[in-house]
């Protein structure tokens, strides 16, 4: 059982990434997957979620506009979609699973957390 998140990289202001997170030994339909986001010296912010309800996805009100977030299940994967990326967007991404069929938010994370993924954002 294991996330592995992927697709950072360093890009210039107004740039675009597509992150990945992409699970092994279990499905991620079933789960919540949420994203988050750690720069170095800040507290750790919740960036998005996407439910095993799809109605239930959100993405954090100040990040509305600039990231979406979906899931193709034939790949197993949920994806963050960021665009028009800003300096202060740079930071590690990782992804999290909230429990077994739950909607978003869980009513909790649990330690299924995948490596996180770098990125970068400067001119």
């Known amino acids: 059982v294991q996330l592995q998140a992927s697709g950072g990289g360093s890009v210039q202001p107004g740039g675009s990434l597509r992150l990945s997170c992409t699970a092994s030994g279990f499905s991620l339909t079933y789960y919540p997957v949420g994203w988050f986001r750690q720069a170095p010296g800040k507290a750790r912010e919740g960036v998005s979620c996407?439910?095993?309800?799809?109605?239930?996805?959100y993405v954090t009100e100040s990040l509305k506009g600039r990231f979406t977030t979906s899931r193709d299940s034939d790949k197993n994967t949920v994806y963050l979609h960021m665009n028009n990326l800003k300096p202060e967007d740079t930071a590690v991404y990782y992804c999290?699973?909230?429990?077994?069929?739950?909607?978003?938010?869980?009513?909790?994370?649990?330690?299924?957390r995948g490596q996180g993924t770098l990125v970068t954002v400067s001119s």
């Open positions: 996407f439910g095993s309800s799809r109605d239930s996805s």
């Open positions: 999290v699973t909230g429990p077994l069929g739950d909607n978003c938010p869980p009513v909790r994370w649990t330690d299924n």
